[in-house]
T-cell receptor
Framework: GAVVSQHPSRVICKSGTSVKIECRSL??????MFWYRQFPKQSLMLMAT?????????EQGVEKDKFLINHASLTLSTLTVTSAHPEDSSFYIC?????????????FGPGTRLTVL | EDQVTQSPEALRLQEGESSSLNCSYT??????LFWYRQDPGKGPEFLFT?????EEKEKERLKATLTKKESFLHITAPKPEDSATYLC????????????WGAGTKLIIKP
């Protein structure tokens, strides 16, 4: 159980275009999903927390207007990188929160490699 | 300030050579400590959650332990397929379920 999918796995786009990445929880409902960015040989950097039916909470330094997050259902969150530039090229990973007795566990998707030319 | 430090940064072992990875943490009110495995170009794969000092969990060749200051991930008789980056993260008390991440330990098992 607790499978999270992401689509697409890889995307190459031209500078100035927008790219949408989907994150789905396949076998459970997730009221909260997280979006991370990971640079080569570095750990995960939290970008935003996405709550179903409400606005996302962005981390300091992350531009809300550039990284649009929509969590329209209990199984789907989307991240749209608007007007992408080469510096937005990165590995984007989502996770979904599964509630537990004492704490919660995040299960991760396989990631999306974005390359902006 | 809540902080997680993993050591070593990288570890090279021969197949069958047991060792341990360390995760030291300072956090206000630990709710849980998590271990993940990440292969290159993939998302992290959940391994264990530890909740309180003295707790231990095992999965195949991996065993995770927890004290009030640190956690160890012991790997017994590793195989080349155990090569990956192992990430440690903690969830603080009163948090909004966010995780504080260590930088990871890259484990390489040579056949």
């Amino acid at each position: 159980g607790a499978v999270v999918s992401q689509h697409p796995s890889r995307v190459i786009c031209k500078s100035g275009t927008s790219v949408k990445i989907e994150c789905r929880s396949l076998d459970f409902q997730a009221t909260t999903m997280f979006w991370y960015r990971q640079f080569p040989k570095q750990s995960l950097m939290l970008m935003a927390t996405s709550n179903e039916g409400s606005k996302a909470t962005y981390e300091q330094g992350v531009e809300k207007d550039k990284f649009l997050i929509n969590h329209a259902s209990l199984t789907l969150s989307t991240l749209t990188v608007t007007s992408a530039h080469p510096e937005d090229s990165s590995f984007y990973i989502c996770s979904a929160r599964v509630r537990g007795h004492s704490t919660d566990t995040q299960y991760f998707g396989p990631g999306t490699r974005l390359t902006v030319l | 300030e809540d902080q997680v430090t993993q050591s070593p940064e990288a570890l090279r072992l021969q197949e069958g050579e047991s060792s341990s990875l360390n995760c030291s943490y300072t956090v206000s009110g630990l709710r849980g400590l998590f271990w993940y495995r990440q292969d290159p170009g993939k998302g992290p794969e959940f391994l264990f959650t530890l909740y309180s000092a003295g707790e231990e969990k095992e999965k195949e060749r991996l065993k995770a332990t927890l004290t009030k200051k640190e956690s160890f991930l012991h790997i017994t008789a590793p195989k080349p397929e155990d090569s990956a980056t192992y990430l440690c993260a903690v969830q603080a008390g009163g948090s909004n379920y966010q995780l504080i991440w260590g930088a990871g330990t890259k484990l390489i098992i040579k056949p």
